[in-house]
């Protein structure tokens, strides 16, 4: 069986251990020993084929991986953000076909043990844990990417439950997913008062749980795309969809807060992943450049190559720093949110730098599936697209610093 070994030197991974406490390395290690145990040739069939893989991701569940940073109440593991993240990492550098559907099921969990009634949390967070459900988060349409206000999905109250009408799109999970945080705007009077101010374009916009099987709920075309593939990406259909009241999740009118509220740890986890690619991208050079070496197929060029190489294991550190400040402040119970939009976009953009090196310095070898490095450079491109464009992170960052 080929493996996906990582293979960055081994003093490295020395020094990097010595940051984490004994309880956080624990969690890398279960993510290691969890990558372990695929093949390579699973995971680059899951990229090739467009194949979500459940089973992984239930396996990934039943070791606590599933809801790793949330209280035990529910079901949770109890771990802090770092663990998180470290977990994040290290799937990300060897690709584990999980990676981003893990990401975005917690992102998912976040909003109900912060917004939901004690039914909602009973309902979804203990089969979340386990792996039992599986959750997509439902935001962006085919209008409404960055502009979050301009979303068409519409809510109406009928005196007894909630229909829902449009459709979302690009949705990680979609295909494949139980549940999904689905935002949508109530129009008319919802079932209590609405809150927020009627002149803001973003008003009404209220969050909801849908089950996959609820009347009017449709899966929509599946997207074959450049990166991040096996993830059973998506289109969502809303239909009269029925949505009790008891599924909205937080207040109507609160839908921006109740997103918002995850998207700024989801970007954390984001940047984590991102680390992992560029991690990744930058073990795939060193390894080939390695054995170049020793066969001689290069000699003192390696020099020429030498300022390269160093310039992106600094920019793989600097990623790297920033992401673990901004999952401490999470730890904290800041999350600084201008902190999180400089580690996703530091991180994303990282990956996207390193793995592009590494593929002109490879040349045509860097283009071999096992290697990673064209994955990376494939997935990496869509990290600086999702959860916010990097462009839209350095306006929020702007905005922060000018107001
Ligand atoms: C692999 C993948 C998975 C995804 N998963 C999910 C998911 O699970 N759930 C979900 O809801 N969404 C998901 N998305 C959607 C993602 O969040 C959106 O693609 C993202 O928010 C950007 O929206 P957009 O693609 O419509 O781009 P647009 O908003 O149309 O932006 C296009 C370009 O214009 C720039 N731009 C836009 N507005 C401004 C402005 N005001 N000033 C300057 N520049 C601007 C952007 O930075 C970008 O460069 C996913 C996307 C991808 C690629």
């Known amino acids: 069986m080929l493996k996906t070994e990582p293979v960055s030197t081994d003093t490295l991974e020395n020094n990097l251990r010595d940051r984490y406490s004994e309880n956080q390395l624990r969690w890398l290690d279960k993510a290691k020993s969890f990558a372990d145990r695929l093949s390579l040739e699973d995971v680059i069939a899951s990229d090739r084929d467009n194949q979500f893989r459940k089973d992984l991701f239930e396996a990934a569940c039943q070791e606590g991986l599933g809801a790793l940073p949330f209280p035990d109440t529910y079901g949770g593991s ?9 977990v994040n990492e290290e799937f990300a550098r060897r690709c584990v076909p999980i ?12 909003p109900v043990y912060r917004f939901g009634t004690e039914a909602q949390k009973a309902r979804y967070l203990p089969p979340s844990s386990a792996g039992k459900f599986l959750a997509a988060f439902g935001l962006t349409e085919p209008d409404a990417g960055s502009d979050t206000a301009a979303l068409k ?51 009404g916009i209220t969050a909801f749980i849908v089950e996959r099987d609820f009347a009017g709920f449709q899966i929509g075309q599946k997207f074959d795309m450049l990166g991040m593939r096996g993830y059973s ?33 989801g970007r954390v986890t984001i940047a984590a992943q991102a680390t992992g690619w560029a991690q990744g991208a930058l073990d795939a050079l060193v390894k080939v450049l390695r054995r170049r070496y020793q066969e001689q197929v290069i000699d003192e060029s390696i020099n020429g190559l030498a300022a390269t190489v160093g310039d992106l294991a600094i920019t793989v550190e ?30 994303t953009d990282a990956a996207m730098k390193v793995s592009t090196e590494a593929l002109s310095i490879l040349g045509v070898e860097g283009l071999e599936p096992e290697l990673l490095v064209e994955r990376i450079f494939r997935d990496a491109k869509a990290g600086q697209i999702y959860e916010g464009t990097n462009q839209i992170q350095r306006m929020l960052i702007a905005r922060a610093l000018l107001k």
């Open 153 to 203: 999905t519409t809510a109406r109250f009928d005196g007894e439950k909630y229909l829902l009408n449009g459709a979302k799109t690009w949705i990680t999970s979609g295909a494949s997913a139980d549940y999904y945080i689905v935002m949508a705007k109530v129009l008319g009077d919802a079932h209590k008062p609405m809150a927020g101010d009627p002149t803001k374009r973003d008003h």
């Open 99 to 110: 990676m981003s559907s893990l990401g975005v099921h917690v992102l998912c969990q976040e």
């Open 233 to 265: 990406t998506c289109e969502l259909v809303f239909d009269d969809c029925i949505v009790p009241v008891e599924n909205m999740l937080g207040e109507p009118g609160e839908g921006r807060k109740v997103a918002l509220s995850s998207l700024a740890k």
């Open 318 to 347: 600097a990623a790297r720093v920033l992401t673990y400040q901004a999952a401490a402040s999470v730890d904290r119970g800041s999350a600084d949110v201008t902190l999180a939009a400089m580690a996703k976009t530091t991180a």
């Open 78 to 86: 109890a771990g802090d953000y770092i663990s998180f993240c470290l």
